[in-house]
């Protein structure tokens, strides 16, 4: 199995993961992706201090992901690195960062 097709499978795997319980809750709540109701998302987020440890540690993981995409894809001359700053944002890291890789 080439590198590629690894790469391939933990991005659909990282989306597949967390979509189904994303997908769930927005059954349940009509949060759609959890940002129709953000205030709903950042009380539940940060209910207790393993949730808030986790939640900042993703939240940092996110944003200097992003700084190595847009830095990475200037560097390598790739093409809209926004659209997988977008895929961070709306999607986490689990599918985004395979897929960028």
Known sequence: MTRRSVYLVL???GFAVALIPTTMEAMRSGNILFWTQPSRTASELF???TSTAFA???VFAAIVLCIWIVVESRRLRLPRPWI???LIALFGLG???PLFL
């Open 11 to 13: 991005a659909v795997l």
């Open 56 to 58: 900042l540690d993703a």
């Open 95 to 97: 599918g985004p960062f």
């Open 84 to 86: 997988f700053v977008a």
């Open 47 to 49: 209910t207790n201090l």
